[in-house]
T-cell receptor, first 112, second 112 residues
Framework: QKEVEQDPGPLSVPEGAIVSLNCTYS??????FMWYRQYSRKGPELLMY????GNKEDGRFTAQVDKSSKYISLFIRDSQPSDSATYLCAMRGETGTYKYIFGTGTRLKVLA | ETGVTQSPTHLIKTRGQQVTLRCSSQ?????VSWYQQALGQGPQFIFQYYREEENGRGNFPPRFSGLQFPNYSSELNVNALELDDSALYLC???????????FGPGTRLTVT
C-alpha cells in the first residue's frame, strides 16, 4: 500500500463547476499538507499549504485536512479552463524530517 | 524575489554516461531538495541539502550524488546513466524552519 493515494483521473468538468480533489494517506505522523498544480512538462507550483487539521481558503481554492480520517481535499470554485492541469498532494511529518511524500497527481480538465 | 531556477532545460545522454544538473534556490532559502518525476507519477524524493551537507536521502542508489554551495545553489550528479533514469528532475527550495517548498521548472533528461 502506498503511503499516499490519489485518484489519477482524468477528471473532466464544465467551466464554472466546483471541483473536489482528494488524497488519502496511511501515516498518522503526517502533519504538513500541501497542494501543487503542475502544467504539462512544467515544475509543480505551490497552491496551498496547511498544518494539521482544519480548513484554509485562498481565493477560489479551499484546502481541508481531516486527520482523523487521514483524508485531505482541495476544492476549486468557479473552475476555469486555465485550471486544467495535474494536481499533486504532498505531505510531511514534524519538523526535522525531510521526506515529502507526493501523490501520483489527478489530471483535471475544465471544459469551456 | 527570484524563484528557483534550473539548468539545462532539456538534456539527452547515452546509457553509461554521466550528467550534472544545476539549481539556484529561491532568494533567502537555505535548504534544497531534488526529486525525480517519471511520466504520470508524482515526484520521488532523491535527497536534501542543508548547510552544504546531505541531511536526508530517499531510495536512490549512490550513483545519484549532489553538492550544495555556500550561496545555497546545488548540483545533482548521476553516474552510469540507465534508461530508467529518463525523467523530469526537479529542484525545490525552502527555508529550513519552514515546510512549504517551491519548485523550479525542472530538467528533462532523456537517456538513450
Amino acid at each position: 500500500q502506498k503511503e499516499v493515494e490519489q485518484d489519477p483521473g482524468p477528471l473532466s468538468v464544465p467551466e464554472g463547476a466546483i471541483v473536489s480533489l482528494n488524497c488519502t494517506y496511511s501515516n498518522s505522523a503526517f502533519q504538513y499538507f500541501m497542494w501543487y498544480r503542475q502544467y504539462s512538462r512544467k515544475g509543480p507550483e505551490l497552491l496551498m499549504y496547511t498544518y494539521s487539521s482544519g480548513n484554509k481558503e485562498d481565493g477560489r481554492f479551499t484546502a481541508q485536512v481531516d486527520k482523523s480520517s487521514k483524508y485531505i481535499s482541495l476544492f476549486i470554485r468557479d473552475s476555469q479552463p486555465s485550471d486544467s492541469a495535474t494536481y499533486l498532494c504532498a505531505m510531511r511529518g514534524e519538523t526535522g524530517t525531510y521526506k515529502y511524500i507526493f501523490g501520483t497527481g489527478t489530471r483535471l480538465k475544465v471544459l469551456a | 524575489e527570484t524563484g528557483v531556477t534550473q539548468s539545462p532545460t532539456h538534456l539527452i545522454k547515452t546509457r553509461g554516461q554521466q550528467v550534472t544538473l544545476r539549481c539556484s534556490s529561491q532568494s533567502g532559502h537555505n535548504t534544497v531538495s531534488w526529486y525525480q518525476q517519471a511520466l504520470g507519477q508524482g515526484p520521488q524524493f532523491i535527497f536534501q541539502y542543508y548547510r552544504e551537507e546531505e541531511n536526508g536521502r530517499g531510495n536512490f542508489p549512490p550513483r545519484f550524488s549532489g553538492l550544495q554551495f555556500p550561496n545555497y545553489s546545488s548540483e545533482l550528479n548521476v553516474n552510469a546513466l540507465e534508461l530508467d533514469d529518463s525523467a523530469l528532475y526537479l529542484c525545490a527550495s525552502r527555508r529550513q524552519e519552514e515546510y512549504e517548498q517551491y519548485f523550479g521548472p525542472g530538467t528533462r533528461l532523456t537517456v538513450t
